[in-house]
């Protein structure tokens, strides 16, 4: 195939970037061409047609403009592709080929452009090593975080990544398999594979020391050649390669581990509606009603607590902080006045630390920065342990606000360009700017000096297009002209002359403007290189302030909620009063029923409870679940009293939707999640269960949800406290035989043949599930249910039983009905093991027959 050098120019960057889209620069658009113009044309919704680079090559084209990168990158970014910008690196000259580099590698866990990251979410970057136990490592290269965990299992892995969602997984390119350890619920993520020389401890090692600027990676709490180091490493190559540094952002490393806090599966943070409500949105979720944060970086951090609690210990540092701004109206108020002026200024740091900031960035980071002294102020008097430590950790930056005000022009341009960096900095700088701004001005001084230098009166400086500047000295005056002038033009009245002097001022004033651009280029490039060197400050000053931002969210809230503080004790018990949903009392127009509830382990560790399903039972459930979260995350609870014990997990099984994609049921689906919770409970989780074995015949979920709760009672070491909501009435006669179980009822009253929810629990089993009076209330055909009501007298009257009326007294169903006793007694006395297949078949046939008749 015959290449132009263009097409030539543009296959080798291509080869060079093949996994990602190439946006070539031509002239003022961006091109795209072959496969990647056709993925990316529907993408971008613009029209894909052919260019013709000689008579042999055609290819699909597509193109935008380069005004408009940004938005059309976000878009490919959005849709999961990795984007690489090539651009003119050099003058254009006469015909030859302008050389072209790919200056940008955009990805979905990479990109730190302010327009293309959401404010309150995070765009995470993991890298994955190892064949199990495997090493996990992940970045946040728009804050600057990195952190690993060590020695995972696959299921460790799931978990971690179902609560990370990163955007992009960075793996070996040799042999590893994703598929195992990718969560199924999560869409699938941009898949990059690299060298597995990427992944080695030794280069890690390298790496971390050159990022972090250490002499040993001991002081980052990592041990020589451990294998985190190597996806560590990873990262930050990857960093390297798509941003064309290393970041200089990064301040510390975290290392992760499933016992540092509260621990919450990735059901849990779906089932609790943590960051999305169950329709998907987030206007009734738990973060949304929490989130009184005035900066976008302490938005993201109150979603990374709530789905990260901490240990009890930090829980209580941070619980000491709000209420002590609970208590100071003064300090919280000031420091809600001050926040947002801060801004962004974590993800401000990684565009320092990466020297990607533009001019109009750096205007923002100098109208943040003074607010950091006054805040830092108004903690300096702060009794908390929490808050006293954050305003003597931070960092005023006062020499870095300095250099902001005193390198950036009063109002820059938003992109670099004339006029960026301020008079008085740079002689150079201010000399070519007066040429190119106040040529008429310099030349007129030159001027002035010639004339008097000569006695020429009448002495001008002309321009000509052809000869350029020049004295020009009348016929009278030509007997004073110096010796060393230079005869340029002869004119009918005049002759014009050139000094050397003149003819460099002419020099200078036609380059001056060029000249100055340049000179402006520097300066700035400068400026970015002396605020990449303290951007490690900026991060860390960044965090602290959107801790700041969240304990004073946690307080705002907590006084305009009537929120309380929570009592966090070691003993393992959950005692409520006058709880609330948060959520449902903060979102509904209807007032909120309270609620309490006690458990603890030693005699009321696993409550049942009952009532029909419009009285409230999920919603209990769930706010009990959420108040040991908000405690754990530093925030106080949604009620009058809350003492809670020292969970290390919440597990939750509340409804799941039919997995089509994989093929699962809602019953697998619930019956995976419960063997999850069965395996890994502990005596210091809390369980919730809510109608476990729905999703089976009635026997069969009946006997399932059975043998749970025995379990969980009966578990060596001591079982978990539970909450287990269901409509199996028969589970309530386990009170009766487990000393630890009791059980409660969602009050109903009925009055006038009408059924009405109380939403109150009270003790004690429920007398029926009240199931035919909900079908009413959502509009099913009267017909229908007086059709209902007459079966439900038939089945019961079959069975032994009487329909329950307001008059009669409340029965509870027993566990099997006796109709069938007879065929339990002929199953129990018989021995299996003394069956032929064919005796086991025929007594099959026979008992069916009996059971027919």
């Known amino acids: 195939m015959k290449k132009t050098p263009m097409l030539q120019q543009y296959l080798e960057l291509k080869q060079q970037h093949s996994d990602a889209l190439l946006l070539y620069r031509l002239g003022d658009f961006y091109e795209l061409f072959f496969e990647d113009a056709e993925k990316a044309a529907p993408v971008l919704g613009v029209v894909l047609t052919r260019r013709r680079h000689n008579e042999e090559v055609e290819s699909p084209m597509c193109g935008v403009p380069h005004h408009a990168l940004t938005s059309y990158v976000g ?87 179902a609560q990370l969602q990163p955007k992009e997984v960075l793996v070996p390119e040799e042999a590893f398999e994703l598929s195992g350890l990718w969560p199924p619920e999560l869409p699938n993520p941009v898949v990059t594979r690299r060298s597995k020389a990427w992944f080695q401890a030794s280069r890690g090692e390298e790496r971390l020391k050159e990022a972090f600027g250490v002499g040993s990676v001991r002081a980052l709490g990592l041990e020589p050649e451990e294998e985190l180091l190597g996806p560590l490493g990873a990262l930050l190559s990857y960093l390297e390669e798509t941003q064309g540094r290393l970041p200089e952002h990064f301040v510390t490393f975290t290392r992760l581990g499933m016992g540092q806090g509260l621990v919450l599966d990735a059901a849990t943070v779906r ?70 002026r801060v801004g962004d200024l974590e993800r ?20 943040a920065l003074p607010t950091v002294p006054l805040i830092r102020e108004l903690l300096a008097s702060a009794e908390s342990e929490l808050l006293l430590e954050i305003g003597q950790r931070m960092d005023p930056l006062a020499d870095v606000a300095e250099d902001l005000q005193r390198t950036l022009a009063a109002n820059p341009p938003a992109v670099l360009g004339p006029g960026t960096i301020a008079s008085g900095v740079d002689p150079e700088l201010d000399a070519a700017r007066r040429l ?24 001008k400086i002309r321009y000509n297009s052809f000869f350029g500047y020049a004295f020009e000295v009348s016929k009278a005056n030509l007997d004073k002209v110096p010796g060393h002038w230079v005869r ?48 490690k400050r900026v991060a860390a000053t960044a965090r602290l302030l959107a801790t700041v931002d969240v304990l004073a969210s946690f307080a705002q809230r907590a006084r305009e909620q009537r929120y309380c503080r929570p009592k966090l004790v070691e003993a393992p018990v959950l005692r409520l009063e006058v709880s609330r949903h948060p959520v449902v009392e903060a979102i509904s127009s209807e007032a909120f029923v309270p609620n309490d509830v006690h458990l603890e382990a030693g005699e009321r560790q696993i409550l049942i409870l009952t ?90 979920g009946l006997s399932l949800a059975w043998a749970v709760v025995e379990h969980l009672h009966n578990a060596p070491g001591g079982g978990p406290l539970v909450l287990f909501a269901t ?46 009076h909900v079908a009413r209330l959502a509009g099913v055909p009267e017909a229908v249910c007086r059709r209902a009501d007459e079966i439900l007298a038939e089945i019961s009257e079959a069975n032994g039983k009487v329909p329950h009326s307001p008059a009669a007294e409340p029965r509870q169903l027993t566990l099997f009905a006796s109709d069938y006793q007879w065929l339990a007694e002929r199953l129990r006395q018989l021995d299996v093991n003394k069956l032929t297949p064919l005796e086991a078949l025929n007594l099959l046939a026979e008992l069916k027959k009996e059971v027919a008749s």
Request: charged letters at 25%; glycine letters at 8%.
């Open 611 to 700: 009532g029909p399903n419009m009285g409230g039972k999920s919603t209990f459930l769930r706010q009990v679940a959420l108040a040991v979260l908000m405690a754990r995350a530093g925030s106080f609870v949604a009620a009058d009293a809350a003492e809670i014990g020292p969970f290390d997990r919440i597990f939750t099984r509340v409804g799941a939707a039919d997995d089509i994609a994989r093929g699962e049921s809602t019953f697998m689906v619930e019956m995976s999640e419960v063997a999850h919770i069965l395996r890994h409970a502990t005596s210091r989780s809390l369980v919730v269960l809510d109608e476990v074995g729905r999703g089976t015949a009635t026997y069969d």
């Open 727 to 772: 409509h199996y009435h028969e589970l309530t006669e386990l009170a009766e035989s487990l000393p630890r179980v009791f059980n409660a009822s969602m009050a109903v009253k009925e009055w006038q043949g009408k059924v009405f929810f109380l939403h109150r629990v009270v003790p004690g089993p429920a007398d029926r599930s009240y199931g035919i």
């Open 75 to 161: 878009k490919l970014l959005e849709a999961g592709f990795k984007v690489a910008i090539a651009e003119q690196v050099e003058e254009p000259q006469g015909q030859r080929l302008v050389r072209r580099e790919v200056v940008r590698v955009l990805t979905p866990s990479t990109v730190t452009e302010p327009e293309l990251l959401p404010g309150g979410e995070k765009r995470l970057l993991v890298a994955l090593a190892g064949k199990g136990p495997f090493a996990v490592a992940v970045a946040d290269a728009a804050a600057g975080e990195l952190s690993g965990l060590a020695a995972a299992t696959s299921e460790e892995v799931r978990e971690l990544l």
């Open 271 to 340: 089932n609790l509606e943590i960051l999305r409500d169950t329709s998907g949105g987030k206007k009734a979720c738990l973060a949304t009603v929490l989130d009184h944060t005035c900066t976008p970086m302490g938005a993201r951090l109150l979603r990374e607590w709530l789905v990260r609690p901490a240990s009890a210990a930090e829980a209580e540092r941070r619980l000491d902080a709000v209420a002590e701004l609970c208590d100071n109206l003064e300090v919280l108020h000031n420091l809600r006045q001050h926040l947002p």
């Open 348 to 367: 401000a740091a990684a565009r320092l630390g990466f020297s990607q900031a533009r001019p109009a960035e750096l205007v923002g980071l100098r109208q």
């Open 436 to 459: 190119a701004h106040g040529a008429k001005e310099v030349l007129s001084e030159l001027e002035a000096r010639e004339r008097e230098r000569t006695g020429i009166s009448s002495l």
């Open 488 to 535: 340029r033009q002869t004119l009918t009245q005049a002759e014009r002359f050139v000094t050397e002097e003149l003819s460099q001022l002419e020099e200078q004033i036609l380059t001056a403007e060029k000249r100055a651009e340049e000179r402006e280029r520097e300066l700035f490039a400068a400026l970015l290189r002396r605020l990449a060197a303290q951007a």
